[in-house]
């Protein structure tokens, strides 16, 4: 009694947190290991393991009959896996699936799901059996090529993994999420595997690089195309973690009347179609897909999407290209090779490690093979000699046995024989006692002999081991050769960037018009842009440009931001057109400095203060209507300068009309920031900035003519200096349009 009060004071002693650390800890590590985790060697899970190792007891051989797969879930939950049967006929399910598996594990009859993401019938319905591939993976499990292990109730056993005669992890992929990690690996095709683990059979220091040379990327069984840098694939590889952007495939059928429609014939793997579908219905009603006007399933067995384009006159490649931006058309496919390694323990492989792995367990699953080979033909050697002993003494043979009481020990005694040939002679049928008989046990036994000798040399020589790790796997490559082509492509993705809602927008010349209190509008056509044009009251011009409806324009505001506006959005050209503050968030109390169409170039803005920086005018693009900072201001300063950076030298002028020109490339090409110092002022700020080729002058107006001067010797000068005193004639205030 008072160790039962003890124990039970030892256990009030423990800390909680230290209790649950612990099982939890071993929970963590059994959902590891034994659930969501493949190991490298076999590429198995081992509920999977379970499953076709229970099928072969059943003898569901690819050339045996289908079983009920109740059968065979019954016999994996009862005997290995002690887990629910809907789990085990999940996973069943998935080996059978030809869009899931790239190479299945499992022969299904009857309904086994379909990529449009419907379930498999009931298991009572369904029947199954084993593929050539899950053969191979089995190969040699009779032949002690595996450890063995107790089931979970001990009255049978199971094997830790399988021989492995097929390269299943990175052939059939595996997904899983166990406890603080998970793991993602995409099929590959068997083909490319085999030549690459030849290779790295050859040449064990191959680099990944190299490898690649053989294994492309992964073969997905839904097929599409991979639009993935070479880079960021061979990164993926090299690491054992990364993606793959991976497209559906499809093509243009031309319909009557000039018109054309797109075909979806592979979809992304992993995607259900009919969600896909669902989804872009749904995104199309929502007026999500403005290149669309109906998308129809008119699938089969094959897959065909059809897609309907808004306009005739769209480029289908542009149509894709912004479906491909907005829905699952284009998904990411992960790679994240977190597998049990060859001692059991979670690693991320790279593609040169996952390869190794396999080949190791190739050369011991050979090697034990030809061990336990070895072992059965010195058994049967022994046996042999024992019967050419009958042959060779036959009447004394006889008499001893109709004679003795005891002849498996006379027999011993007498011929010197061993206990297990003692008994092989007594087993002997009559029949065998033939001349015939004689010369088949001679062939046999020198037979045996020269396998015998060929297989000690084999143990010896780590060279032959290998030569016959690479017969094995040529084998198994030309099963698939003739049949297995590679289903997804590899392509190069366009380098384009397509804003969806331009797509539709009709191309036509306008011409741009906005005045100094800030009021925009479009005209028709390009228009003489020294015209007279109507204003409001106290209103006048101040911007006037050509462009086209689908371009854009960049506006340069005093507070140095840029605002973005399309110029479809502008309003029309009847009236006085419409303030900018209601297309932007422009402070009322800031101007704007400039308008640009977009376009290739560089601009260079400036501050009153005399700093200034070259900017990109894509990278100036602002994506809402708050603009983007580019031109960073100190308090009290404002922008007063954006002209196209064109040329080799920058003109600056300030109030106090004083020049300065120097080289372009002294300013530095920022996306954001002060700026650097231009021209220095005593009194006064910056006027105005502009670029020109020293080579033909620098051009400014004068009254209604443009004077140039090309002698400007006495006007360069270092950036940063303070400049001089303007040729005669030179505007006032100072600009130099």
């Known amino acids: 009694m008072s160790e039962d009060i003890l124990h039970q004071e030892q256990l009030l002693k423990t800390q909680f947190s230290a209790a649950l650390s612990e ?81 299945q594990l499992v022969d299904g009859q009857g309904n086994f799901g379909n990529i449009d993401g419907d379930n498999a019938a009931a298991m009572r319905y369904t029947e199954a059996r084993m593929t050539n591939v899950a053969k191979l993976l089995l190969d040699g499990i009779d032949e002690d090529a595996v450890d063995f292990r107790a089931t979970y109730d001990g009255e049978a056993e199971e094997p830790v993994l399988l021989p492995g005669g097929f390269p299943n992890l990175l052939a059939n992929g595996a997904q899983g999420i166990a406890v603080g990690m998970a793991t993602a690996i995409p099929p590959h095709n068997v083909i490319e595997l085999a ?105 089969a067995e094959d897959i065909r999407v059809v897609l309907e384009p808004k306009s005739r006159r769209l480029d289908p490649k542009a149509v894709m290209e912004s479906l491909f931006k907005l829905t699952d058309l284009e998904t990411r496919v992960s790679l994240n090779l977190n597998v049990l390694d060859s001692n059991g323990r979670p690693s991320v492989l790279s593609l040169k490690e996952a390869l190794t792995e396999w080949l190791l367990h190739r050369r011991t699953v050979l090697m034990r093979r030809s ?42 005694v007498r011929f010197s024989l061993s206990d297990v040939q003692a008994t092989a002679i007594l087993d002997m049928r009559l029949r065998s006692l033939r001349r015939l008989e004689e010369e088949v046990l001679r062939t046999e036994r020198d037979s045996l002999l020269a396998e015998q000798k060929n297989l000690k040399h084999l143990l010896r020589d780590e060279e032959e081991q290998w030569q016959a790790v690479s017969a094995q796997i040529k084998s198994m490559r030309a099963d698939f050769i003739k049949t297995d082509q590679r289903r997804t492509t590899l392509s190069d993705a366009p380098a384009v960037d397509i804003d969806v809602t331009e797509l539709l927008i009709e191309k036509e010349p306008i011409t741009v018009i906005c005045s100094e209190k800030g009021w925009v509008r479009a005209m028709k056509g390009h228009l003489d842009l020294n015209a007279q044009f109507k204003f409001k009251d106290g209103d006048g011009p101040r911007f006037a440009l050509h462009a086209e409806t689908t371009d854009k324009l960049l506006v ?30 422009v402070p009322a109390d800031v101007s704007l400095v400039n308008i640009i169409k977009v376009g290739k170039g560089k601009l260079l803005v400036a501050s009153d203060r005399g700093h200034g920086l070259i900017v990109d005018i894509n990278s100036a693009l602002a994506q809402t209507r708050s603009g983007k900072q580019v031109l960073n201001l100190p308090l009290g300063a404002r922008a007063v300068a954006c002209c196209p950076a064109e040329g080799d030298h920058a003109a600056v002028v300030g109030q106090n009309r004083r020049l300065l020109i120097f080289p372009l490339n002294e300013i530095p090409e920022m996306t954001r920031g002060k700026g650097v110092i231009l021209q220095r002022y005593k009194d006064g700020t910056l006027a105005d900035v502009k670029t020109f080729s020293l080579a033909d002058g620098l051009s400014w107006k004068m009254g209604e003519r443009t004077r140039t001067e090309t002698d400007l010797l006495a006007w360069q000068g270092r950036r940063g200096s303070t400049g001089r005193m303007p040729p005669i004639g030179f505007p006032r205030p100072a600009r130099f349009t």
Not at 290 to 296: F, G, N, T
């Open 195 to 299: 030549d690459a683990a030849l290779h790295l059979i050859k040449y064990p220091n191959a680099s990944v690089d190299t490898l690649l040379n053989y294994v492309k990327g992964p073969d997905l069984p839904t097929g599409g195309t991979l639009v993935e840098p070479s880079e960021q694939i061979r990164q993926a590889y090299a690491t054992g973690r990364g993606g793959f952007r991976l497209r559906a495939s499809w093509n243009v059928e031309k319909v009557k009347g000039g018109a054309w429609q797109i075909v979806i014939t592979e979809i992304p793997y992993q995607i259900q179609k009919s969600r896909l579908i669902e989804k872009m219905a749904e995104m199309l009603q929502a007026k999500k897909l403005p290149v669309l006007a109906d998308i129809r399933d008119e699938s």
């Open 371 to 412: 061990k336990y080979r070895l072992g059965k033909i010195e058994r049967r050697l022994e046996v042999l000699e024992g019967y050419l002993v009958v042959f060779l003494n036959i009447d004394e043979v006889i008499t001893i046995i109709r004679e003795t009481d005891r002849p498996r020990d006379e027999l011993m």
């Open 23 to 103: 099982r939890y800890l071993a929970y963590a590590l059994s959902t590891i290991t034994s659930r969501s985790l493949p190991d490298v060697r076999d590429g198995l899970k081992p509920v999977h393991r379970r499953l076709l190792f229970a099928m072969r007891q059943l003898k569901l051989d690819p050339d045996q009959g289908f079983k009920k797969s109740a059968r065979v879930v019954g016999d994996v939950m009862g005997k290995f896996h002690p887990h629910g049967d809907a789990a085990i006929y999940d996973a069943m399910v998935r080996l059978a699936q030809d869009f899931a598996m790239r190479y």
């Open 556 to 585: 340069f505001a005093e507070n140095g931001r840029f605002y973005t506006l399309g110029c479809d959005k502008l309003p029309k050209g009847r009236g006085f057109g419409e303030p900018l503050s209601l297309m932007m968030d």
